[in-house]
């Protein structure tokens, strides 16, 4: 797990390097059942933070209700459905896989959220 997590740093450092993001955005973890996939999760979502952080880079959270909310516009929506949504938002050929539809997701729902104007 350890050369994993340190593959994970590495490939977001060289994204970061190259792309200069103004903000990281991360989905909240959520209850599972399967307890063994949430500590891994958990432990890939530390890096990126930690990569973030290395670098100054805001860090935003939002939940999956949030996330789904932001992009269907209800916050119990399937994946299908956050998958068919991510597609047409963004004018794509095609609808991407589950993985990079959720990342897609919580890119949009940040860019709706940084929209606000601050208080």
């Given amino acids: 797990m350890s050369d994993c997590l340190k593959q994970i740093y590495d490939q977001l450092s060289v ?21 063994k996939s949430l500590v891994k999760l958990a432990q890939a979502r530390g890096v990126i933070i930690l990569a973030a952080s290395h670098r100054d880079i805001p860090l935003y959270e939002y939940t999956p209700l949030e996330v789904k909310k932001a992009t269907v ?3 119990r929506a399937e994946k299908g459905q956050v998958q068919h949504m991510v597609r047409a938002i963004l004018s794509l050929q095609e609808i991407p896989p589950p993985d990079a539809s959720d990342a897609l997701a919580v890119a949009i729902c940040h860019a709706n959220f940084s929209k606000e104007v601050p208080v």
């Fill in 73 to 75: 516009g209800y916050g």
């Fill in 15 to 35: 994204i970061i390097t190259e792309y200069a993001p103004d903000a990281v955005a991360l989905e909240d973890i959520f209850y599972g059942k399967n307890v």
